[in-house]
């Protein structure tokens, strides 16, 4: 068995059962889905409108909202409020890698670490990521046991069990998390009433991201955007638990800048978190995939990697199926939808098993006929 069999089993066999379970041990999951599924819809439908709702609500509550029509928009705004010669530290964000973000950022000269533990390893390995929300299922422990001695050039036994890898990388980021001047994360959802932004997590490392650095900057696509607060934490439920991980140990809320009431109850900014709250977000494709009434289904991904999970072709292709970070079912949607590529599309053999698990319902083999038909029109009109 090569390394990717070992670990894509191992984590098939630690995920799938626990997901079954969370169902039937919390069935109101199910219907929360539903809810959030029409909310979203609700959204792609009038897009521009929530668009220009969330920003003015971000703007309202203190902090600075930024649009950015492609990556190299997104990665210039942000290039300003970070400068140069700063310590960064990143929350796992897709949207971050859809941008380049880390070596753009380094390139300025800013010394930037990934702070999501298989962000991280995939970081020091200098490897693209192999799944949404497990980056490095692709490593088996051995393997990470390697990677930290080469790269940390620390001490590490060859039967050194999970936890103490784990500890050896919480070492090493916490002071990265103490000096950082940035913390720069994605969002799970975006409230368009009140600006909010809502980030589910279990490591704790998009805790201190938010809190720590003076500087909070968030990164997201504009599909993030639900029309209120409730919508929002169902995100953030559902998510969860589809992704394996319910209850998660963290649900990171931020509105705005930090905030006190403390002296006669007058809301002032800021407290003893960050200084500064800036949402920078981001189209690149996803606005024009949301007039196309097949396409936009897409659009709904709340990225819980469940698909992945029961996928024939993803099994057996892992992270050489699709355009990073978007590999797998939801991957070969969004490599055509982010980078125009419709050859992921082409290698899906439409088992079906995708749409059978997706909580949010996307009916994924049409999205990927569709792609496929636009493929073959395009070599057609070459003839
Ligand atoms: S397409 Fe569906 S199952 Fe796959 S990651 Fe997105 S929401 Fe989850």
């Given at each position: 068995m090569s390394e990717w069999d070992i670990a894509v089993e191992r984590t098939i066999n630690n995920n799938v059962p626990r997901v079954y379970?969370?169902?039937?041990?919390?069935?109101y999951i199910?219907?929360?889905a539903k809810e959030l599924r029409k909310a979203k819809l609700e959204v792609l439908n009038n897009l521009q409108k929530y668009v220009e709702q969330t920003m003015e609500?971000?703007?309202r509550i203190g902090g600075n909202a930024y649009y950015a029509t492609n990556v190299y928009e997104a990665r210039e705004i942000i290039a300003k409020i970070v400068g140069k010669n700063k310590i960064v530290v990143l929350g796992k964000s897709m949207v971050a890698y859809e941008m380049g973000l880390r070596e753009y950022l380094k390139e300025?000269?800013?010394?930037?670490?990934?702070?999501?533990?298989g962000e991280f390893l995939i970081q020091l390995a200098n490897e693209p990521p192999s799944h949404i929300i497990a980056p490095a299922i692709h490593m088996t422990r051995e393997r990470v046991v390697k990677l930290l001695r080469e790269k940390l050039g620390v001490e590490v036994?060859?039967?050194a069990t999970h936890e103490e890898l784990v500890a050896i990388v919480r070492k090493f980021l916490r002071e990265k998390f103490v000096r950082a001047d940035v913390g720069i994360t994605g969002a799970n959802a975006i409230a368009a009433d009140t600006g909010s932004i809502i980030l589910v997590e279990n490591e704790g490392n998009i805790r201190m991201s938010t809190v720590l650095p003076p500087v909070h900057i968030a990164v997201a696509g504009v599909e993030k955007i639900v029309p209120t607060f409730y919508h929002a934490l169902l995100e953030a439920t559902v998510q969860a638990a589809y992704a394996g991980l319910y209850p998660p140990t963290y649900i990171n809320l931020t509105s705005g800048p930090s905030?006190?009431?403390d002296i006669e109850m007058k809301r002032v900014r800021p407290a003893h978190g960050p200084k500064e709250f800036h949402l920078v977000l981001l189209d690149n494709g996803r606005v024009k995939i949301s007039q196309d009434e097949v396409l936009k289904e897409a659009l709904l991904c709340i990225r819980c990697g469940r698909c992945h999970l029961h996928c024939p072709v993803?099994?057996?292709?892992?992270?050489?199926?699709?355009v990073p970070p978007f590999t797998g079912p939801m991957g070969a949607m969004w490599s055509y939808i982010v980078y125009g590529d419709t050859k992921p599309a082409t290698l899906c053999t439409h088992s079906g098993n995708c749409k059978e698990v997706c909580p949010m319902g996307i009916n994924i083999p049409r999205v990927l006929e569709k792609i496929k038909w636009i493929a073959n029109d395009k070599e057609r009109n070459k003839t």
């Open positions: 379970k969370t169902l039937s041990q919390y069935p199910q219907d929360l609500s971000v703007k300025l000269g800013n010394e930037v670490w990934e702070t999501d533990l036994s060859e039967n905030s006190t009431g993803y099994r057996v292709l892992g992270v050489n199926w699709g």
